[in-house]
């Protein structure tokens, strides 16, 4: 008989404590992202600051201190919306139609969270190879341009894109109403796609590469033929002409499914190493 310590799930923050306020858009993805690392909340997370602080401690830790705030309270930007606009996510995710779209999910919002929780986790490394206990601190604004940063890049670049930039591009939609992704990185496998549906020669040809670079630039301003070859087949002849050319293709879902897989499971694995107690401060390794 296996015994429960070798049976137990040990998770790697299992000792720690932590209390957290702000924003709850950004503090209920540190506070669960923190729950399923092993830490416990010591009281409910207060809403009414403008600002998320998080303060994990325990297991021979000095306490971490985490704060995140939607922006410098000077710029007027407050939430979602107002991140989401100033920091160009808007106008990315807008290439596709031609003008600047919201995401309409919580993003810059999730990506400042997981910042925080990457922080904090960060902190306690440093503390266990000797290091002081250290204040990590976030913004929406920040991770916002961070999100955006590849095509700030390109647009501030000499050169020009690797592709032509325009409204258009997927999903594409099936006979019977599917709307699904095709992805591949092979031009002979989206050749044999559209072949095999029997789409116009040149509209597959000068569609390949805005396709191609579709994450670089935000946009695939392909061909209207592909579109319409899409829409007259099923969805059953698409997926056929797919695993026949060796591309894939993928039904798309409403956030509504999406949610609803969630099972309250960690997105990650963590594999157990050889570890110690956190070293003294000033022991730091090289």
Known sequence: MASP????????????????????????????????????????????????????AGGGFAPALATAAWADPASGLADEATVQAA?????????????????????AATATAVLTVQGLLANLVGQARGGAAAHVATSADRAGLLAVSQYLAAAGADEGEAAETGAGGPPFTS?????????????????????????????????WRPF???????????????????????????????????????????????????DGAAPWFLTPTAGGAPAAAGAGRP
Not at 241 to 256: D, F, I, K, P, Y
């Open 5 to 56: 310590a070798t049976t137990q799930t040990v998770r790697p923050l299992d000792t720690l404590r932590f209390d957290t306020s702000g924003p709850p858009q950004i503090t209920d993805v540190v506070t669960d992202h923190l729950r399923l690392l092993g830490a416990r909340a010591d009281r409910p997370a207060p809403t009414d600051a403008p600002a998320a602080g998080t303060t994990l």
């Open 87 to 107: 920091t160009g996510i808007m106008a990315v995710h807008g290439r596709r139609d031609g003008t600047p779209r919201g995401l309409a999910v919580d993003y």
């Open 175 to 207: 006979a019977d109403g599917v709307l699904f992704e095709l992805e591949t990185l092979d031009a002979g496998a989206w050749a044999a796609f559209w072949q095999a549906l029997e789409a116009p020669r040149e509209a597959l040809r000068t569609g």
């Open 212 to 262: 191609q670079f579709r994450y670089a630039t935000a946009c695939a301003p392909i061909p209207a033929a592909l579109h319409t070859t899409a829409r007259s087949h099923g969805w059953d002849r698409i997926r056929a002409a797919a695993a026949a050319s060796g591309a894939e293709v993928c039904a798309l879902r409403t956030l509504a499914d999406r949610a609803a897989e969630h």
